[in-house]
């Protein structure tokens, strides 16, 4: 199965406020594996940064000035990401702004049916504790040094690794008064609950995922 670990870097927080996107970072993953496969762009935001995002990824208005407009790059971006999920990290965020550079220019949105949010994963499973993905690099032992400022492909490296330690270490959750309730049920069939297609991966793709996982999977100590 193909993913993309998407990110976002943007003028401000707010599309209320009118603010736009000036770089979108993606890296394609397929099995939990990464491909090579990215797409990277600067844009010209046709507005100023504002000082608290400059703060952030240090793109200044003359930084951006002669880089491509979104138009220019949409279908491009859109053909990358076409039919595959897409990882965020706090998608709320990354989605306004491309949603709302997407109706700039006519296109059609990104459905939140395709997303997968880590910060709802890392809050369901660390309640209470820090899930930025500062925090959750600390938590994994990942290496972080060289994230002076956010940057979307950096930070998408980064998610990548992230988004690989919380799936392997998310516990089953198997809902048993649910399961209890649907067999009660006069119309239950067992097969809704227990067929499921079971895709063997090959030897050459174990082989080459544990090469993966040994290279970047950190133990969590806590």
Known sequence: MKEVILDTETTGLSVKDGHRVVEIGCIELENLIPTKKNFHCYLNPERKVSEKALKIHGYTDEFLSDKQKFKEIADEFLDFIKEKKIIIHNAEFDL???????SLIGKSKIVKDNI????????E????????????????????S?????????DCELLAKVYINLLDQREPSLNFTQLDTITNKKNFNERN??????ILPTNVELEEHKKFLKSNLKKNFF
């Open 96 to 102: 306004a702004h491309l949603n709302n550079e997407l």
């Open 116 to 123: 997968v949010d880590t910060l709802e994963i890392a809050r």
């Open 125 to 144: 499973k660390f309640p209470g504790s820090g899930v930025s993905l500062d925090a959750l690099c600390k938590r994994y032992n990942i290496d972080s």
């Open 146 to 154: 060289r994230r002076k400022k956010h940057t979307a492909l950096i």
């Open 193 to 198: 609950i227990y067929e499921k297609k079971i």
